[in-house]
């Protein structure tokens, strides 16, 4: 076997150098993909949405690929490529990203346009500059390298996504039809983030997801708040009480049996959280909150990544009116840990409102939908090949942690094609993700494009084929 | 006297036929008028604000009345007009309207066009129909018909303003400026409606009104709920949290001393709520609600009317995005009732929200602005001349009331001119005055059109004058 290893390890010294060189290229490209606003959350963007997909179907295929397509879903179109090239002993991995961003609203608080990317010194200012195009585009770039370098050493296929940002509606309808083309032995996913700049960072667990609608509805009209005020409930103090009635006084969940099915964490977790560099401090430091804020049986860390949480992300109503209107809602998330589901958070929920709304207003969950949490073997050979990987380019190995944030392709994979995916990702905790002035550490972004080089190349090793 | 007493009767009559012989046309007026969205609160607006003065001075010219003219201020103009022929020694009355509206959003909430009046049956559908166009119309009409008839009995002078519905905030300036052209022995200000439509109603207390607004602020930017949830306190929640605490479980303001400089009712007074057809039932049918709320030491109408209120008419934060946000905001109202002012309110929320506030987030109350309660002298004779005039066209004595809106005119007015307003109105609590479907039931209307013409000639009685 002597002679395949060495040949393996000129292949990666070709690509990483070929990667190195073609840095730059890879960044304007990157800026070209940035400019192109694929909001999803908006129907308007439709025109956006499709040129996104177009752009990087042909990045796609200029790898070059054997295979670029753009694919149709009932929603937004799902651009796939592959490389079978390696050969049916080789390992299949299937990077998975997504090619929608949030939208940029309000466009007041950002520095520059959110759509025309701005370099100041190491970082890269732009809506999905992090999540999730400059993640996609390390990928590509590690890939283009070792395909440069001379032949692919594991196959490769590309599931690039467009509603990611609007919980994946179509994926699992499309990982169904398509379950033979998709077949593959794991996904790489690098739409999580490191935990900082020296800490690559391999996550195994994510949570969940339960969101829906919570309106509540009072008077049938409009109300002079001169004429009832005083004489009816109004909608948004009765809304204020269920959501403030929602968590206890120490910040916990009061849903009945709420906690009952949340795993706990093992020794070695709670252990291996407690090492982090991810103290009060740094989460106050990362927040600019005046103080941190929930359940103190656990660390913030503990919270953020093992524990659910309940938000309102969303409240609405009544107008600059001096009226007491018909209705008021929020939108509410509940971020899931194992072995929550989404279905028992909704009855859960059903049933504190049966007994604690106020009987002065009528109340409705609308739009319920979720996905449960995920959590992947720590000891899969993939996930050893990333470790080493990132460890070859950082010095030092990765830390494990369990994620706070959801993606609900990660649950939809292993449901449907029955594959794991490896989570990591080369966006800071500070790149603003989702809100205003979001933006790309260029030098992680660098070394991370550098390790899914090596990445290709452990995994030769890690699979234990040829 | 007697001769002079004929005339009056004789001018009366006329002016009474007058006015039912010109209905059909001052209706239509009246249909031109509304067509014109002269919406106060969008500063987009100007051009439909100057429309709309022009129109009302046009057709205040037209009565005819000596002088009308349009008046600047520091915001949108006063149309003022006057007729003095009466001479010294008859009364003045200044009838107050306001031409300006209610933002009529959201306009699907409409059945109709809200600028593009519509006559169903017996009601007139358009923004502005009650609140305050119509009303202004009645004034305008019986004045008139009291012209056309032969001579005006007093002096009138108009003061049609286009800022009631943003708080009137140039009037006071306005109001200092003109004090000598303003003279008055006492305003009529129909802008209060009557309790129902077999029951004339005169109003001698409004209640006064505090707003602001309150902001709550967390993080610094825009966190990932995914990343934060459970670990920083949501401002949304802390502002629910802050809102569900301005009352108790009996729906009491919990502000510190709320109620101590609230004015007792009276036993007469008590005694005559009582006797209104305001019961639970009537609120229940009026506001749709579930059920009723409020304190239950005193009856709904006693709430509504002489007991301060606090609402919160509009609260907002968050987006879609699955973030926990920066901010979230209340705008918060005050009703006030004698002897409270906006200030002490100010102070009492203030200390409140110093004690109850969560230190995990920070708050400001802005924009901060009031004026007080104000309240009528039942015996005076403008009242009195007017309590016959309602008798006279309904064939039934007018209640006595206390309304629980707000108009800030009647304070300024109060303070300034030192007048009084005499406050009725023909618009009923069913009129759907600042929601959707804004209407005027037109036979109320015009037996208020009839009432103004039997007010004219009843004041020359009740001055003693001539």
């Known amino acids: 076997m002597r002679p395949q290893e060495d040949r393996m390890e000129d292949l990666r010294s070709r690509a990483l150098e070929y990667a190195r060189r073609n840095r730059d290229v890879t960044l304007e490209q990157l800026v070209e993909f940035l400019g192109i606003p694929s909001v999803s959350q908006r129907p308007a963007d439709k025109e956006h949405i499709r040129l996104a997909a177009e752009w990087i179907a042909r990045r796609l295929e200029s790898v070059p690929l054997e295979r670029s ?14 490389s079978m090239a390696a050969g049916p002993d080789a390992p299949t991995v299937m990077f998975y990203g997504h090619y929608d961003v949030q939208s940029a609203a309000p466009l007041n608080d950002w520095d520059n346009d959110p759509y025309e990317p701005v370099v100041i010194g190491d970082e890269l200012f732009a809506r999905g500059a992090s999540d999730n195009k400059g993640m996609i585009m390390a990928c590509v770039a590690a890939v283009e390298a070792a395909a440069r370098a001379g032949e692919l050493p594991v196959n490769i296929k590309f599931l690039i996504e467009g509603e990611e940002e609007i919980g994946s509606v179509n994926l699992p309808g499309f990982l169904s039809t398509h379950r033979e083309l998709l077949s593959c032995d794991f996904v790489v996913n690098p739409d999580v983030g490191i935990l900082g700049e020296d800490m690559p960072t391999i996550f195994y667990g994510l949570r969940g997801m339960f969101a ?27 809304l204020c009480e269920i959501v403030a009635g929602l968590h206890d006084s120490e910040g ?27 103290d009060e401090d740094a989460y106050l430091r990362q927040s600019g909150a005046p103080e941190l804020w929930g359940d103190k049986d656990y660390a913030p860390v503990e919270r953020a990544g093992a524990r659910p949480a309940l938000d309102v992300v969303c409240i609405d109503g009544g107008t600059e009116k001096a009226a ?14 194992p072995d929550q589901t989404p279905e028992e958070v909704r009855l859960q929920l059903t049933e504190h409102l049966e007994e604690h709304a106020p009987a002065s207003v009528r109340w409705e969950l609308e739009n319920c939908e979720g996905f449960p949490a995920s959590i992947t073997d720590r000891k899969a050979p993939p996930v050893t090949a990333l470790a080493r990987s990132l460890e070859r380019v950082w010095g030092s190995p990765p830390v494990f942690h369990r994620s706070g944030g959801s993606i609900a392709a990660v649950g939809q994979m292993q449901e449907i094609l029955g594959v794991d995916s490896v989570l990591t990702g080369f966006s800071l905790p500070d790149d603003r993700v989702h809100g205003p002035n979001e933006k790309l550490h ?21 699979s234990g084929s040829q």
């Open 324 to 337: 007491i209107p018909t209705e008021a809602a929020a939108l509410l998330t509940v971020r899931l840990v």
């Open 252 to 278: 916990r969940v009061v849903l009945p049996r709420f906690y009952e099915s949340v795993r706990p964490l093992t020794e070695e977790e709670h252990a291996e959280m407690s090492s982090l560099p991810l």
């Open 69 to 82: 397509e753009i694919m149709g879903t009932d929603g937004n179109p799902v651009v796939y490529a592959e």
């Open 212 to 238: 829906c609608r919570l309106k509540v509805r009072g008077p049938s009209q409009d109300l002079h708040s001169g004429g009832f005020g005083g004489v009816v409930h109004n909608p948004i103090h009765a």
């Open 442 to 462: 260029l030098p992680t972004w660098t070394r991370g494009i550098e390790s899914l080089v090596h990445f290709l190349y452990e995994l030769t090793g890690a």
